[in-house]
C-alpha cells in the first residue's frame, strides 16, 4: 500500500473510497506514451474494483496502452478556500489515486456488459440497446484495479 506524507488525511475507508468513485463525473488516465507521460480526462463505470472506458479503435490513448499496459488513473472533487493573506489559502477535497492493469475487450457481448456499467455510472437505468455497427466501431478498456489510495483534507 502507498503510504502519505500526511497520513492524518489518508482515508482507508473502503465505503468511502468507493462513493467516490461512484459519484465522480471525470476519471484522469495516466499512460506510458513511449518516452512520456500521458494524461487523459475520461468518461469511465466503475464496478467492483474494476474500470470500463470505450475508445475509438485508433488513437493515442489505445495505442499507449497495447504498449504499457499500466496504468495509472486519479478522481477528485473539492474547493479551494481563500484567505486575506497570501499563503492562507487552503483546500477541501477529497481524491483517489489508483493503479492497474488495461486489457482490451474487443468480444460483442462482454462489450455490452461493460457499456452498461458506464451508462448506469452517468444514472442510466437500462435496459440499454447498441447499434452493432457502433460496438463493431469501437473498443472497450478494461483497468483491473490492484491498488488505490485516498487522500482527504477537511
Known amino acids: 500500500m502507498v503510504r502519505m506524507r500526511k497520513s492524518?488525511?489518508?482515508?482507508?475507508?473502503?465505503?468511502?473510497?468507493?462513493?467516490?468513485?461512484?459519484?465522480?463525473?471525470?476519471?484522469?488516465?495516466?499512460?506510458?506514451?513511449?518516452?512520456?507521460?500521458?494524461?487523459?480526462?475520461?468518461c469511465f463505470?466503475?464496478?467492483?474494483?474494476?474500470?470500463?472506458?470505450?475508445s475509438a479503435r485508433e488513437g493515442r490513448?489505445?495505442?499507449?496502452?497495447?504498449?504499457?499496459?499500466?496504468?495509472?488513473?486519479?478522481?477528485?472533487?473539492?474547493?479551494?478556500?481563500s484567505s486575506k493573506e497570501a499563503c492562507?489559502?487552503?483546500?477541501?477535497?477529497?481524491?483517489?489515486?489508483?493503479w492497474g492493469a488495461a486489457s482490451l475487450v474487443d468480444d460483442a457481448d462482454k462489450k455490452r456488459l461493460a457499456l452498461d456499467v458506464i451508462m448506469?455510472?452517468?444514472?442510466?437505468?437500462?435496459?440499454f440497446q447498441y447499434d452493432p455497427a457502433s460496438l463493431d466501431e469501437m473498443i472497450v478498456i478494461r483497468i483491473d484495479v490492484e491498488e488505490m489510495s485516498c487522500k482527504r483534507s477537511v
Do not use: N
Request: net charge negative.
Open 120 to 127: 448506469r455510472h452517468y444514472g442510466g437505468k437500462g435496459p
Open 45 to 54: 463505470g466503475y464496478e467492483q474494483d474494476v474500470l470500463f472506458i470505450h
Open 8 to 42: 492524518e488525511r489518508e482515508v482507508q475507508d473502503r465505503t468511502i473510497i468507493d462513493e467516490l468513485m461512484h459519484r465522480s463525473q471525470v476519471l484522469r488516465l495516466g499512460l506510458v506514451d513511449g518516452e512520456e507521460a500521458y494524461l487523459v480526462p475520461i
Open 88 to 98: 492562507g489559502w487552503s483546500a477541501k477535497y477529497i481524491s483517489v489515486i489508483g
Open 61 to 81: 490513448k489505445l495505442e499507449a496502452i497495447k504498449a504499457h499496459p499500466r496504468v495509472c488513473f486519479e478522481v477528485d472533487e473539492g474547493e479551494v478556500i
